[in-house]
Antibody, heavy 118, light 108 residues
Framework: EVQLVESGGGLVQPGGSLRLSCSAS????????MHWVRQAPGKGLEYVSG????????TYADSVKGRFTISRDNSKSTLYLQMSSLRAEDTAVYYC???????????WGQGTLVTVSS | EIVLTQSPGTLSLSPGERATLSCRAS???????LAWYQQKPGQAPRLLIY???SRASGIPDRFSGSGSGTDFTLTISRLEPEDFAVYYC?????????FGQGTKVEIK
């Protein structure tokens, strides 16, 4: 059974930093691209960032470019999102998602809530 | 990036009725790399349609997708009570991937 389990969310002050993790199991992690998608309370889905299967290629939404860094450790089957210079508008549930190259999102985690507030 | 615009924002229909949801892209979506997701409150999205018209595993045949280029449609032929939810289109053909803003299908 495929499982994607996010962790690391919580309350952080504006300007602060947070690192999210996503632990993957039930599939060959190193063969899949991985992504972060977020959803602000009561709002729609927003693509945040993606990373290729070997970690050599990354993509970011303009809204997070320069502030967020995606990475992965294939030996640990874990995806990360380092978030810095956080703003109130970064408040959202962050989902970890996998996909094959050129394919739609396959499995989603349950999400982890990040709240940016003073 | 490719901007996806969904219409209408909200669709008020009764069970048994037909639902037609639209998704328009700001640029042509390559290789019909367009998917549709359903999301219910408190749940992660579920893949319904990929490649513009292929149903994902386990999706009932009352759900169908069509379109190409910049105009895509999700049709639910006869609404069941469990179909009332929010639907998102998503393009995965060009980086960065993007989503539409969603269409809420609510009970009339």
């Amino acid at each position: 059974e495929v499982q994607l389990v996010e962790s690391g969310g919580g309350l952080v002050q504006p300007g602060g930093s947070l690192r999210l993790s996503c632990s993957a199991s039930g599939f060959t992690f190193s063969s899949y691209s991985m992504h972060w998608v977020r959803q602000a309370p009561g709002k729609g889905l927003e693509y945040v960032s993606g990373i290729s299967s070997d970690g050599g290629g990354t993509t970011y939404a303009d809204s997070v470019k320069g502030r967020f860094t995606i990475s992965r450790d294939n030996s640990k089957s874990t995806l990360y999102l380092q978030m810095s210079s956080l703003r109130a508008e970064d408040t959202a549930v962050y989902y970890c998602v996998n996909s094959m190259v050129g394919a739609p999102f396959d499995y989603w985690g349950q999400g982890t809530l990040v709240t940016v507030s003073s | 990036e490719i901007v996806l615009t969904q219409s209408p924002g909200t669709l008020s229909l009764s069970p048994g009725e037909r639902a037609t949801l639209s998704c328009r892209a700001s640029q042509s979506v390559s290789s019909s790399s367009l998917a549709w997701y359903q999301q219910k409150p408190g749940q992660a999205p579920r893949l319904l349609i990929y490649g513009a018209s292929s149903r994902a595993s386990g999706i009932p045949d009352r759900f169908s997708g069509s379109g190409s280029g910049t105009d895509f449609t999700l049709t639910i032929s006869r609404l069941e009570p469990e179909d009332f939810a929010v639907y998102y289109c998503h393009q995965y053909g060009r980086s960065p991937r993007t989503f539409g803003q969603g269409t809420k299908v609510e009970i009339k």
